[in-house]
């Protein structure tokens, strides 16, 4: 089975967009566990557009499920880890002034920074993910980190799979492959959607956790807005 991590960036944009607390992204993470998820992952940014280091340390106690946070590990961002100890932390090379992540770590070029910090987290028993991009030469140096996963990014195949290029997913069959022959977990996100999921999932069959944010987010909205105007209806009746 695949685990369902939700990332909760979103809700934690719309909260900052009025200021104060509203949607609360605690009880956000509180019902989405409670509605299934296995999982809640958050991806604080240095400039905390969204998710801010304080939320990280207020959803510790309420993540019962798997709790994922992912980032660039700048100092700022190991000591929130550290202190914060989620079952896993997920690597991703940000850029500081990127609008969403657009790329995985050069694995082979930031080997020794990335063995050094995959250490740090695995001696305070945090599980460590990195993310990559689909390229076999990647994942055999993701295994030289000593990292315990992968984390699969998966804009290129979403964007494909919505052409109609359903091929676009044989690289991450392949890297998929690669890393179980080398046990490495494999995990994947970024714009998976309900649209692209479903054959992502049968075509990976080792693939241990997914994370969604964006396109969860997006189509709760449209799931949910014929109801919340109908109950308005019924309210101004
Ligand atoms: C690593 C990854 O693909 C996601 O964490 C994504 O970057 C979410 O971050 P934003 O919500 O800031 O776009
Ligand atoms: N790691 C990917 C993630 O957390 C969510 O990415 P997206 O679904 O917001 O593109």
């Known amino acids: 089975?695949?685990?369902?991590?939700?990332?909760?960036?979103?809700?934690?944009?719309?909260?900052?967009?009025?200021?104060?607390?509203?949607?609360?992204?605690?009880?956000?993470?509180?019902?989405?566990?409670?509605?299934?998820?296995?999982?809640?992952?958050?991806?604080?940014?240095?400039?905390?557009?969204?998710?801010?280091?304080?939320?990280?340390?207020?959803?510790?106690?309420?993540?019962?499920?798997?709790?994922?946070?992912?980032?660039?590990?700048?100092?700022?961002?190991?000591?929130?880890?550290?202190?914060?100890?989620?079952?896993?932390?997920?690597?991703v090379p940000d850029s500081i002034d990127a609008i969403t992540s657009n790329a995985g770590w050069d694995t082979i070029k930031n080997k020794d920074f990335l063995v050094e910090v995959i250490k740090e987290f695995k001696n305070n028993g945090i599980r460590t993910s990195i993310f990559v991009d689909p390229v076999l030469k990647q994942i055999e140096g993701a295994k030289e980190t000593g990292t315990d996963r992968i984390e699969l990014y998966t804009e290129a195949f979403a964007h494909q799979y919505s052409l109609g290029n359903k091929d676009a997913v044989i690289p991450y069959v392949d890297c998929a492959k690669l890393a179980d022959s080398l046990d490495l977990g494999v995990n994947a996100g970024h714009d998976l959607s309900l649209d692209n999921i479903e054959f992502f999932k049968q075509s990976i069959p080792n693939l241990l956790e997914v994370s969604i944010g964006h396109a969860l987010i997006t189509e709760s909205l449209y799931l949910g807005v014929e109801n919340v105007i109908n109950m308005y209806k019924n309210k101004l009746k």
């Not at 909260?15 to 605690?26: L, Y």
């Not at 106690?61 to 660039?72: D, K, L, S």
């Open 1 to 91: 089975m695949t685990k369902l991590s939700v990332n909760i960036n979103k809700i934690a944009t719309l909260r900052n967009s009025r200021g104060g607390d509203v949607p609360n992204v605690v009880q956000f993470a509180k019902d989405v566990q409670r509605f299934g998820a296995e999982g809640v992952t958050i991806h604080p940014r240095p400039d905390e557009r969204h998710i801010r280091y304080q939320d990280a340390h207020d959803l510790k106690p309420v993540v019962y499920t798997e709790y994922n946070i992912e980032g660039n590990p700048i100092p700022k961002f190991i000591d929130l880890v550290l202190a914060t100890k989620p079952t896993q932390v997920t690597l």
